[in-house]
């Protein structure tokens, strides 16, 4: 059975950047990018919570939902994690995917627009 998920670019989505990908051969998770308004990075204190937006929509077929989990490489590095996670994406959602990261360190963490924030 082959299900299909469309991404729709949304109009402040950077075409420099790539769509959500496998990044190596056994990966589980595709790695999905933070899309910053006009290239800026964004700075997450920590205790903090924000919402990091990544320019895309997706449709997903009835009865079926995306998962948004976090980078171990992030998560491990940082003190940034996903902070509802697995954050799920409903099959009726048509809104703009953002990432709710947290940051549980001791220091501020800097996104910058490219970054890959989830998977």
């Excluded at 109009?11 to 308004?37: K, N, Q, S, V």
């Excluded at 320019?55 to 994690?81: A, C, N």
């Excluded at 509802?84 to 549980?104: M, Q, W």
């Amino acid at each position: 059975m082959t299900i299909e998920v469309k991404i729709k670019k949304l109009d402040h989505f950077d075409e420099e950047l790539a769509l959500p990908r496998y990044e190596t051969l056994w990966a589980a998770g595709a790695d999905i990018r933070a899309c910053l308004t006009h290239n800026q990075d964004l700075t997450i204190r920590p205790g903090e919570r924000v919402l990091v937006p990544t320019g895309l929509s997706f449709e997903i077929p009835q009865g079926f939902e995306i998962q948004v989990r976090p980078r171990s490489g992030l998560s491990y590095k940082t003190g940034l994690m996903v902070v509802n996670s697995p954050g799920t994406v409903d099959s009726d959602y048509r809104g703009e995917l953002k990432v709710i990261l947290g940051n549980l360190g001791t220091q501020d963490e800097i996104i910058h627009h490219g970054d890959r924030v989830a998977q």
